[in-house]
């Protein structure tokens, strides 16, 4: 059957051979930048990696229409949003260090995999010098890693998770969103003066990375409070019905129900929870209450009627009424015909930060771009005063405690702001045990080949 | 080597077409608007060869045997976290890694395979589909809480400074490599006139190993063993009835293409060292599925093309925006244009799923032996050109399947 002859002579001519053959193209290997993807010509390309199919595709979208516009704007376009209330005024409407700004998109799929693959497609084909985007933890860690790898900037767009700047931060990424521990830590507070400081509360948690960050946050907040935790309860990121998790908080003796839920996921047990009349109920001689850590417009959207009341945090609310957040909701309502959500605030504010630290340091290598980022402290961006950290690359900025509106005037006014926590209130210490602990470090910024 | 001279072209084109991807995929300069189609560099061609492996692999039990598994993607997850962990635990040499993703891999087949193919047909595919999303559960959440972290959950296993990398030496590249080769490295970086050419260390890594896993997978199929696995495929009673237990045949061919899966899955690990649980999706396991029907299921080239095809629409389709469509057509006047743009929307950028599935369904509307049909038809024209009309009959859909065609799920 077979017809293979292996004799000594013939494998060791051949592995010979192909010893040459494996040896011989190294010797072109060429090292002719420092910088990957330095931009040489008049332009510069970023890579816009946005979820455009799955479960997070509305949030991807605005986020890509709020990429459109910081790119409109940093060419000289448009009216020119919040370039003209940003505190550091380098920008001026050039483009980045006078190259015009180019773009590429890509679908991740709200996938880690298929996000790494659309990058690395960006930056080993279309040449991009900083990547952004993300809609969700998983995705944002796992594209930090690869642009940490690659030796590009990676400026994260909606991820909340305490990961993303805390255990797995890297030097060449940064977060301008907030994440789950100031969430709770603006809260609490709130939660205090709304209900007491005598509290039984009941969580249910998205089983995955987020969902466990979260829940410890507020756990750990509440508690300091005086709360106490009945019980946690891990629900499967598939569910679509949480009627059997809703039922036993009913007999725990709760009388607060935390819903650790993102998306399409709290939307559903929100529902499910009002359904069973828990917000009627009275227990302890206390109201039923429910609270959702983390909110967005789009959630409320889904959310509808229910929503109302509920309390939650959120990073940024269109209805601010600083001049910065005016200038960008203007701008980016005469292109598109409505307010921009919280996802598209953080995207279009992440791509001006870089373009400015670029221009500040005067080069687009990754190691003075991060340089020129940390430790930087801007205003005129609808936080307030922000600082990005240099020791984690997260931002320090005020936080919104918002609560579903009760007669909304449209289709988008669904949130109310009921207090603005200070960010000295949600700051915590690099080193701090949600976030890693000591072991945790950014590593060595990495300017590529 | 073994093989006769219709599989040897076959294996000589398929290596030419293998090592001078980089040149083939790349035919636009770039600078030119056509450049937006360019598959040539280093990810996309290493994800052609590797999902190209795993269709190879899927087509030993899907082509052979009949037997549809759903649950394909189970092992590709297995190998890549296999890939990971030794990177966490030895070093970032690719060979360990690769090696112990084939052989987890095939022991994680031994025990689904044994379990599932107690059952045919349709049982068989909703059993392995249920193996496959329980692994998708388990590697999801279960298996990533604090306390027993084995698959990191949603962010997928990565390597951490803190791990211990025993083999780890000063001087090795801290990414994967071949005794410091490292794989996300360009030997070669051509430019010439207009164009640029890419050629990646990895790249060639995994063509390598993809040449010697086809010419295995043809040498699987010209064997005895191969004929075995199509007499289950043809009619599994009569097997029976001639006193042969078709069991030991279809665990093997489940186990081999449960290693191809694994191999697979560890060159993507190697590529790029990140495990994320969706990777053992049911989308996942579908996705293999349209491969190897879309390329042609039973032939030996088909599931190749097919995983290139899907590779191709995935990654340069899902790219073009609203932006690149106007530079298209911003010869055209303005109405036009916007059109145009219009009307092409929906088709790409978030719209690709959208595309490849039309795609889909033509190609199994008119060529239900996938896209080597279609290939072998055109070269049928050329061939019966001169020749009078009425020849048509003398076209075969695949040379393998006489007498008759066989159901490709095994009943």
């Given at each position: 059957m077979t017809k293979m002859d292996l004799t000594r002579r013939g494998v060791l001519k051949t592995t010979a051979a192909a010893g040459a053959g494996l040896a011989?193209?190294?010797?072109?290997?060429?090292?002719?930048?420092?910088?990957?993807?330095?931009?040489?010509?008049?332009t510069v390309t970023l890579g816009f990696n946005v979820p455009?199919?799955?479960?997070?595709a509305d949030e991807g979208a605005d986020e890509l229409r709020a990429y459109e516009l910081a790119v409109e704007h940093l060419n000289g376009?448009?009216?020119?949003g919040m370039l003209n209330t940003f505190?550091?005024?380098?920008?001026?409407?050039?483009?980045i260090l006078g190259k015009k700004v180019e773009y590429v998109t890509g679908d991740t799929q709200t996938k880690s995999d298929a996000a790494r693959a659309s990058a690395k497609s960006m930056i080993?084909?279309?040449?991009?010098?900083m990547i952004t985007g993300g809609s969700s933890s998983g995705v944002a860690i796992a594209v930090q890693g690869l642009c940490q790898e690659a030796g590009v900037i990676f400026m994260a767009g909606l991820t909340h998770s305490n990961?993303?700047?805390?255990?797995?931060?890297?030097?060449n990424g940064f977060r301008h969103f907030f994440n789950g521990y100031m969430s709770g830590a603006a809260l609490a507070p709130v939660l205090k003066n709304l209900y007491g400081d005598d509290r039984k509360a009941y969580h249910l948690t998205a089983d995955y990375t987020w969902g466990w960050t979260q829940q410890e946050s507020i756990a750990a907040a509440t508690e300091a409070l005086?709360?106490?935790?009945?019980n946690n309860v891990l629900t499967p990121?598939?569910?679509?019905?949480f009627s059997s998790y809703i039922a036993p908080v009913l007999n725990s003796g709760a009388d607060v129900l935390v819903l650790n839920h993102y998306g399409g996921n709290m939307v559903n047990s929100l529902t499910n929870a009002v359904q069973f009349g828990l917000r009627e109920k009275e227990v302890n001689g206390k109201n039923f209450e429910i609270v959702v850590p983390l909110f967005s417009r789009l959630m409320a959207r889904g959310a509808g009627e229910n929503i109302k009341g509920i309390v939650g945090s959120t990073?940024?609310?269109?209805?601010?009424?600083?001049e910065g957040s005016k200038a960008f909701v203007k701008s980016f309502g005469e292109k598109y015909g409505f307010p921009p959500s919280q996802a598209a605030h953080t995207c279009y504010v992440q791509t001006l930060l870089y373009a400015d630290a670029v221009t500040r340091a005067n080069s687009f290598a990754p190691c003075d771009v991060a340089a020129a980022l940390e430790g930087f402290e801007f205003d005129?961006?609808?936080?307030?005063k922000t600082l990005y950290r240099a020791e984690d690359h997260q931002c320090f900025k005020d936080v919104l405690v918002v609560k579903g509106k009760e007669?909304?005037?449209?289709?988008?006014?669904l949130l109310e702001v009921v207090e603005v926590t200070p960010a000295a209130q949600v700051t915590y210490e690099p080193n701090h045990p949600m976030f890693g602990?000591?072991?945790a470090s950014l590593g060595e910024c990495n300017n590529g080949a | 080597m073994g093989l006769n001279k219709s599989d040897m072209t076959l294996l000589i084109v398929v290596a030419i077409l293998a090592l001078g991807a980089p040149f083939i995929l790349n035919p636009?300069?770039?600078?030119?608007?056509?450049?937006?189609?360019?598959?040539?560099?280093?990810d996309l061609m290493q994800r052609f060869v590797i999902f190209g492996i795993l269709a190879i692999g899927f087509n030993i039990l899907f082509g052979l045997?009949?037997?549809?598994?759903?649950?394909?993607a189970a092992f590709l997850g297995v190998g890549s976290y296999a890939a990971v962990w030794m990177f966490k635990l030895?070093?970032?040499?690719?060979l360990p890694a690769i090696a112990l993703s084939v052989v987890v891999a095939g022991l994680f087949s031994v025990l689904i395979g044994y379990v599932s193919l107690r059952r045919s047909g349709i049982y068989f595919s909703i059993l392995t589909l249920a193996f496959a999303q329980m692994s998708f559960a388990l590697a999801y959440s279960v298996l990533s809480n604090p306390k027993f972290n084995l698959t990191n959950g949603e962010t997928g296993l990565q390597v951490y400074a803190?791990?211990?990398?025993?083999f780890h030496r000063e001087g090795?590249?801290?990414?994967?490599?071949l005794f410091g080769i490292a794989?996300?490295?360009?030997f070669l970086e051509l430019k010439m006139g207009g164009w640029e050419f890419t050629f990646n260390n990895g790249y060639y890594l995994c063509a390598i190993i993809m040449l010697v896993v086809f010419y295995l997978a043809i040498r699987l199929f010209r064997s005895p063993f191969g004929l075995m696995l199509r007499a289950v495929k043809s009619n599994q009673n009569r097997l029976n009835y001639t006193g042969l237990n078709p069991k030991p045949y279809t665990l093997a061919a489940f186990i081999i293409s449960g290693m191809y899966a694994g191999l697979a899955g560890g060159l993507l690990a190697s590529m790029d060292p990140l495990a994320g649980?969706?990777?053992?999706?049911w989308t996942a396991s579908g996705e293999i599925v349209l491969m190897t029907i879309l390329g042609?299921?039973?032939?030996?080239i088909g599931p190749v093309l097919g995983a290139g095809f899907i590779k191709y629409f995935e990654n340069i389709f899902s790219k073009i925006n609203d932006n690149v469509l106007h530079q298209w057509f911003a010869f055209m006047p303005d109405g036009m244009e916007d059109f145009m743009v219009f009307i092409v929307h929906p088709f790409v950028g978030k719209g690709w799923h959208l595309t490849l599935g039309i795609l889909f369904m033509l190609v199994v509307t008119?060529?239900?032996?996938g896209l080597v049909e279609g290939g072998q038809r055109i070269a049928n024209l050329f061939r019966n050109r001169g020749k009078k009309k009425?020849?048509?009959?003398?076209?075969?859909?695949?040379?393998?399947h006489h007498p008759k065609e066989t159901p490709h799920v095994a009943e």
């Open positions: 011989l193209p190294t010797m072109f290997t060429s090292s002719a930048h420092a910088v990957t993807n330095d931009p040489m010509g008049g455009q199919t799955g479960p997070y376009g448009g009216d020119g505190s550091s005024k380098v920008l001026d409407g050039t483009g080993e084909k279309d040449g991009a010098i990961d993303t700047t805390g255990k797995d931060r890297k030097a005086g709360w106490e935790t009945v990121l598939a569910s679509t019905d990073n940024w609310h269109w209805s601010l009424q600083d005129g961006m609808g936080n307030g007669n909304p005037q449209s289709e988008f006014d602990g000591d072991e | 636009f300069p770039v600078d030119s608007g056509m450049a937006q189609f360019n598959a040539g560099y280093p045997t009949g037997y549809l598994s759903f649950g394909h030895l070093s970032y040499n690719v803190g791990d211990p990398q025993i090795l590249p801290d990414v994967p490599h794989m996300r490295d360009n649980a969706e990777r053992m999706q042609g299921a039973g032939t030996l008119f060529l239900p032996g009425g020849d048509d009959d003398s076209y075969k859909p695949d040379p393998e």
